[in-house]
């Protein structure tokens, strides 16, 4: 069992899917969390959630892409729930399009949302950790940081994001914190269902496709995602750094 009592964690983008699972997942295994979300009314539901059921949480309206607000986040945490533990950089948006239709707005939404939001958090959170020689900190990058139609920007960002994760994990490494990132595959999520709607395709029929065409016969849920950002921000995953994890029902790279 993955033990995070007296931890406490930050998560990004927790109103719903992956980050929601995360912060639950992540207060099961002890921890206190900060719920972070661009949609409050959304995330004080999930911190809810969580105080329902015996964890101790709050919820914070943040846009992850303005300096600002991240330091106001990053400061109410340590004022409300104590030094920053873990940091699960999860905040992204979709923007989908062929790149002759791809928009400058298509583009700058979703580098700042992934690549600027996350650097903004982990330069802010990595003081507490830093002071307190202990840290995990974990990046969503996903499979389609290989190459994906139609994601120029996403595909870009979260190949960018690897980068980033790599080099973090080399500066702050010294000072007992760990910088890995979780690339997941198709995972059944609010927004991923958004999408197939937008394109006009039956979300089932998306979902068996995918599902018959990986090893497990089936996709993700978000807690398969929650469980792998789990075990890398426990004190059991201390020597793993640096890394991208492919959690995606089999290989990738």
């Given amino acids: 069992m993955v033990n995070l009592n007296g931890r406490v964690a930050i998560i990004t983008g927790a109103a719903q899917g992956i980050g929601a699972a995360t912060a639950q997942r992540l207060s099961t295994a002890g921890a206190s969390v900060a719920v972070v979300d661009l949609a409050e009314d959304k995330a004080k539901s999930v911190a809810a959630d969580i105080v329902a059921e015996g964890g101790k949480a709050i919820a914070i309206g943040c846009d992850v892409s303005d300096p600002g607000q991240v330091t106001a986040a990053v400061e109410r945490t340590l004022g409300e729930l104590g030094p920053i533990g873990v940091l699960v950089n999860n905040a992204g948006v979709l923007r989908d399009n062929l790149l002759f239709k791809m928009s400058d707005d298509d583009w700058t939404t979703v580098i700042d949302t992934h690549l600027k939001g996350t650097f903004l958090f982990t330069r802010a959170a990595q003081a507490s950790m830093v002071e307190n020689r202990w840290g995990r900190i974990v990046n969503l990058s996903s499979v389609a940081a290989l190459g994906h139609r139609g994601q120029t920007n996403y595909s870009a960002a979260k190949a960018g994001l690897q980068g980033m994760t790599k080099t973090?994990?080399?500066?702050?490494?010294?000072f007992g914190i760990t910088v890995n990132s979780v690339a997941p595959g198709f995972v059944e999520t609010p927004m991923i269902r958004q999408t197939a709607e937008r394109q006009g395709r039956d979300f089932e029929t998306y979902k068996k496709t995918v599902a018959e065409a990986n090893p497990m016969r089936r996709v993700a849920q978000p807690?398969?995602?929650?469980?792998?950002?789990?075990?890398?921000a426990s004190e059991d995953a201390g020597y793993i750094n640096g890394q991208i994890i492919y959690v995606a029902g089999g290989p990738r790279a």
């Fill in 168 to 174: 973090h994990a080399i500066e702050l490494g010294q």
């Fill in 223 to 232: 807690i398969d995602i929650a469980n792998a950002i789990a075990l890398l």
